[in-house]
């Protein structure tokens, strides 16, 4: 019996039903877990005190059932709680009505060490997340025992560095599926030269089998992580030598005042970079690669009063990332093909599978929707590259 809605129906198909007997007869346990259930979730109070007033004997079974309920495997904790919450109620009336407290002292110190299981979960989670406050700094810990085991701290995947030297193309999708956790990382692939192994082995970038170059990737946590939160840390001359090593450009004498330019966000604006010739990276490791762009723009028209057409430009996007990145991973490759709501893209859907998460975030609602509904210049409507989409 696992809700995966929270509400009452849901739950009570899962019970057996027996609605057809009257309340003045007696109830089994299950059926009285529903009624209560139901009344709980339509709120109808009256109907709740008189039947907990009649079923007294039933009680303490219902509480105890509630409680295994929530102690099925794999329950989430709003379904644990779910079940709890219920339970608590149930006992809380039985006191209200009977004077008997004993469900209740079964039932609440339950929840307590359910509520501390979760905040500890909780703090654990927002250690890593706190490791992740660079956009784009991805800790990697799938294999964490073995990591704590050598006494080494969890890998950092720093985007924004490897973005300076290399387009997205060089990794996604040759070296890396552009989705978190899928790619099944291990060190033993590193070291045959696969992974970051493409890269780091002693030839192109510093080796993982070095043993004095082990804590630069497993750094998570340490006070050396600092400069990969940072940008700004990096020394200009450092970032030159390493883009030159690889065959890319990075050119710190085109930056004002030595600091790399960011937007209302801080994240780093990487189309400033470009503009200002500041950067050059590598477009793939394959000799063979055959680099494709699309250029065009596509015009989705708002359909909101309150924020402007959304401008999304195929070129920007395909200099830097694969078609089949996108193609149809993400989206259908139609004109009007894709419904794209903006609570999808929250979600992490359509354009922000990469915005929020390795790209700016969909906070900068205007760096999207840029143009005031429907004032696209005659001259920018003319020009065949600017395509109008009519969702379909
Ligand atoms: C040097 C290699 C490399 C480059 C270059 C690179 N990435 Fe990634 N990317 C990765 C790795 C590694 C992961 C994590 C894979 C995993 O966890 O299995 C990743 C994951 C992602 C994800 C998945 C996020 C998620 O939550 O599922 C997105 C989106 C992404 N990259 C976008 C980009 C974009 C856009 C660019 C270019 C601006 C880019 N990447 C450049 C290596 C790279
Ligand atoms: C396409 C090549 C490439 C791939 C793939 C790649 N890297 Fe790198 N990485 C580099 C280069 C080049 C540098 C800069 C090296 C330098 O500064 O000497 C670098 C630097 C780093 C740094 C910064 C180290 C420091 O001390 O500042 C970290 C951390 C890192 N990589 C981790 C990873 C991890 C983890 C992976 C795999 C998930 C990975 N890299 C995949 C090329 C790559
Ligand atoms: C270029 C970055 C990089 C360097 C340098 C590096 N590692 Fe790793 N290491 C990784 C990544 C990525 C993983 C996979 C992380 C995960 O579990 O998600 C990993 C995982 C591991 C694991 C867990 C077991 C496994 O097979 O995945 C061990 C143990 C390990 N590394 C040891 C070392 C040692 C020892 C060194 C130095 C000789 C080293 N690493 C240097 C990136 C690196
Ligand atoms: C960052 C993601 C992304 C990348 C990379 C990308 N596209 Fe698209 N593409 C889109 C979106 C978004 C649409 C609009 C879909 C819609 O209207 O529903 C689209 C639409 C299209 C269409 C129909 C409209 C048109 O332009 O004629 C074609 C064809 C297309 N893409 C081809 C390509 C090709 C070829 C490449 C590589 C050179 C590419 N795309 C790269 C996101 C992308
Ligand atoms: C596969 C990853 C990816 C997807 C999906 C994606 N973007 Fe982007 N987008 C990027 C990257 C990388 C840049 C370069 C700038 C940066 O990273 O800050 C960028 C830049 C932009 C810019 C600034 C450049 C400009 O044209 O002025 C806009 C606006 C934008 N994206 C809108 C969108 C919209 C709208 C969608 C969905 C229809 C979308 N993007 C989907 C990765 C992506
Ligand atoms: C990464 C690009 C991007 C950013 C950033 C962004 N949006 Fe959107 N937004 C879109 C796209 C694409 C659509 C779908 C356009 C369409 O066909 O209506 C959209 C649609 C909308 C709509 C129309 C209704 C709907 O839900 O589809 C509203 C309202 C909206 N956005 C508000 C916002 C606000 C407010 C922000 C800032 C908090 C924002 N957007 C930031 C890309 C973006």
């Known amino acids: 019996m696992k809700p995966r809605h929270f509400c009452a129906r849901s739950l009570i198909t899962f019970l057996p039903l027996f609605f057809f007997i009257n309340s003045a007869l007696a109830l089994t346990t299950d059926a009285f877990i529903a009624e209560f259930i139901k009344n709980y979730d339509n709120q109808a109070f009256d109907e709740q005190v008189t039947l907990v007033k009649e079923n007294q004997a039933l009680i303490p079974s219902a509480v105890d059932n509630l409680i295994n309920s929530a102690n099925q495997p794999n329950l989430t904790f709003e379904e644990k709680m779910w079940f709890l919450n219920i339970a608590s109620s149930l006992a809380y009336m039985n ?37 992740e406050r660079f956009i784009g700094n991805f800790v990697m810990k799938k294999n964490q025992a073995q990591m704590e085991k050598q006494g080494l701290s969890m890998v950092m995947y720093p985007h924004w560095l490897h973005r300076v030297m290399f387009e997205c193309k060089v990794c996604h999708n040759s070296i890396f599926k552009m989705r978190r956790w899928e790619n099944d990382i291990s060190h033993q692939n590193i070291e045959e030269g696969k992974q970051c192994g493409a890269c780091h082995n ?53 930056l004002t005042d030595n600091r790399l330019p960011v937007d209302r966000f801080q994240f780093i604006d990487w189309l400033e970079l470009k503009n200002k010739s500041v ?43 694969r078609c089949d990145s996108c193609h149809p991973a993400l989206f259908k490759e139609e004109l009007g093909g894709n419904k794209i709501k903006m609570t999808e893209i929250s979600k992490g859907r359509f354009c922000g599978h990469c915005h929020g998460k390795v790209s700016f975030t969909f906070a900068d609602c205007l760096r999207c929707h840029k143009k005031s509904i429907g004032k696209l210049s005659a001259d920018e409507s003319r020009k065949e590259n600017v395509l109008r989409r009519v969702e379909h």
């Open 95 to 131: 006191m209200h009505w009977h004077n008997d407290d004993q469900p209740l002292k079964t039932v609440e110190p339950i929840i307590k060490e359910e509520l501390q299981k979760e905040q500890t979960r909780l703090a654990i989670l927002m250690k890593w997340k706190k490791e």
């Open 202 to 254: 002693g030839e192109m970038a510093f080796s993982a089998t070095d043993e004095n170059s082990c804590d630069r990737c497993h750094i998570v946590g340490k006070p050396e992580a600092e400069h990969l939160h940072n940008p700004n840390l990096v020394k200009q001359e450092s970032i030159k030598k390493a883009a030159q090593s690889v065959g890319a450009k990075w050119r710190p004498e085109n």
């Open 279 to 321: 950067f050059a990276p590598v477009i793939s490791l394959d000799e063979n690669f055959k680099d494709e762009i699309r250029d065009n723009q596509i015009v989705f028209q708002s359909k909101s009063d309150f924020v402007g057409d959304v401008i999304f430009d195929h070129k920007v996007h395909s200099e830097w990332i």
